[in-house]
């Protein structure tokens, strides 16, 4: 993958998450204690940032530092949701746990009774 591609996906989805937020480039900059205009040239492709920048603006908007490099095409898999839920469990305390289970545990029910209603 060129460094090009790597920008690119890169500012495409540092956009696409501040901007499910609700966020301008101004409060992206204020949260990772940067100017404004840093911010516009990472997503313009003009600045590629260093680690240690991609990972406060990870943090900032709460997602790991590596979801920051993933395609949308990888980001929508379902192997990769799988294996994200499943992290997320893992890293849950067992008082989590206890809240996620009944939830998943109801969803799982429920798409198995309408997957055997369609069937029938």
Known sequence: MSIAKDS??????????RNSRGWTQLRLAKEVNVHP????????CNKLPTLY????????????SYELLLDDKKLKSPDYKKEKII???????P????IYFPLINALH????????????
């Open 37 to 44: 205009g840093y911010i516009s040239r990472i997503e313009s």
């Open 95 to 98: 008082a989590n746990i206890n």
């Open 53 to 64: 920048m991609i990972s406060r603006i990870a943090e900032a908007l709460e997602v790991e």
């Open 109 to 120: 029910k429920d798409r198995k009774r309408a997957k055997s209603k369609d069937t029938i």
């Open 87 to 93: 992290s997320i469990v893992k890293e849950s305390s």
């Open 8 to 17: 690119s996906i890169l500012a495409s989805r540092i956009r696409t998450l």
